[in-house]
């Protein structure tokens, strides 16, 4: 298996494979592994999280500049499926191969959602699911990675004036 570097925009489907499976992604047309939350165990209460202010995203690096760090180091060691979540040697490696080659990944997103229901916030990436029982995860058990959430509430300021600010 190959891994796929990605930062918090995700990236576009750049093989067949990844084309082929779009349909099976939650959002078809956006990027796999983009970051979505979703408010309450059921509904369609779901935003794509986009960042509030413009990033430099990893999809605008060539694909020149992103093969200067291949997903799997070139060890034969490594030449086999890297275990979920990834070693630490793994991610050193990766890690140094970044700094030396001047990647710089997205490893922070801000992003504004205005909720449209009352409940738990889920917070997952866009990969492809199967709605069947027993295999929801199969896409999902070869990931790895963490992320740290802050949520802000933020009162919006008043849109209408009450009748008693008016006077």
């Given at each position: 298996?190959?891994?796929?570097?990605?930062?918090?925009?995700?990236?576009?489907?750049?093989?067949?494979?990844?084309?082929?499976?779009?349909?099976?992604?939650?959002?078809?047309?956006?990027?796999?592994?983009?970051?979505?939350?979703?408010?309450g165990k059921r509904?369609?209460?779901?935003?794509?999280?986009?960042?509030?202010?413009?990033?430099?995203?990893?999809?605008?690096?060539?694909?020149?500049?992103?093969?200067?760090?291949?997903p799997q180091p070139p060890?034969?060691?490594?030449?086999?499926?890297?275990?979920?979540?990834?070693?630490?040697?793994?991610?050193?490696?990766?890690?140094?191969?970044?700094?030396?080659?001047?990647?710089?990944?997205?490893?922070?997103?801000?992003?504004?959602?205005?909720?449209?229901?009352?409940?738990?916030?889920?917070?997952?990436?866009?990969?492809?699911?199967?709605?069947?029982?027993?295999?929801?995860?199969?896409?999902?058990?070869?990931?790895?990675?963490?992320?740290?959430?802050?949520?802000?509430?933020?009162?919006?300021?008043?849109?209408?004036?009450?009748?008693?600010?008016?006077?």
């Amino acid at each position: 298996m190959v891994r796929q570097k990605t930062d918090v925009t995700g990236f576009a489907a750049d093989s067949v494979r990844h084309v082929m499976a779009s349909p099976l992604k939650r959002w078809w047309w956006e990027n796999w592994f983009r970051p979505v939350a979703r408010i309450g165990k059921r509904g369609n209460y779901e935003h794509v999280l986009r960042p509030a202010a413009p990033l430099t995203a990893m999809e605008h690096l060539t694909a020149m500049e992103v093969k200067k760090c291949p997903p799997q180091p070139p060890k034969e060691k490594w030449e086999a499926d890297i275990p979920s979540p990834a070693d630490e040697d793994f991610k050193s490696w990766e890690l140094a191969c970044e700094a030396t080659n001047n990647i710089k990944p997205n490893r922070t997103l801000i992003s504004d959602i205005t909720a449209d229901a009352i409940g738990e916030l889920f917070i997952y990436v866009n990969d492809a699911v199967l709605a069947l029982s027993g295999l929801t995860d199969v896409f999902y058990r070869n990931n790895s990675g963490t992320a740290k959430v802050t949520v802000t509430r933020v009162l919006a300021d008043s849109i209408v004036e009450s009748p008693a600010e008016g006077k």
